[in-house]
């Protein structure tokens, strides 16, 4: 079992920056890969991108390619995803997950509670 915690969450403005972090707990965090979904009011979830769990491959939805960057720090069992460039379109609820690998990532057994992403323009 993993349990996930994400902070970092607010308003910023079009054009900022913001850096959500992942807290995790329970089983061995570094042999697990780690993502990020979001979703907006209305919308269905949006995968986000991913990184290994040794933090060697990131994969990025085309959305944020480029703008978004996830890393993890495996001593502190956390990730992390720094958001710049941001746009009102990022608006959304953002989770954390682990899976055990990138590929699993849409199915992921563990998911933190989310923490809201809000853009304005």
């Known amino acids: 079992q993993v349990q996930l915690v994400e902070s970092g969450g607010g308003l910023v403005q079009a054009g900022g920056s913001l850096r959500l972090s992942c807290a995790a707990s329970g089983r061995t965090f570094s042999s697990y890969a780690m993502g990020w979904f979001r979703q907006a009011p209305g919308k269905e979830r949006e995968f986000v991108g991913a990184?290994?769990?040794?933090?060697?491959?990131?994969y990025y939805a085309d959305s944020v390619k480029g703008r978004f960057t996830i890393s993890r720090d495996n001593a502190k069992n956390a990730g992390y995803l720094q958001m710049t460039s941001l746009k009102p379109e990022d608006t959304a609820v953002y989770y954390c997950?682990?899976?055990?690998?990138?590929?699993?990532?849409?199915?992921?057994?563990?998911w933190g509670q989310g923490t809201q992403v809000t853009v304005s323009s």
């Open positions: 997950t682990a899976s055990g690998t990138i590929a699993t990532m849409p199915t992921a057994p563990y």
């Open positions: 990184v290994s769990a040794s933090g060697r491959n990131t």
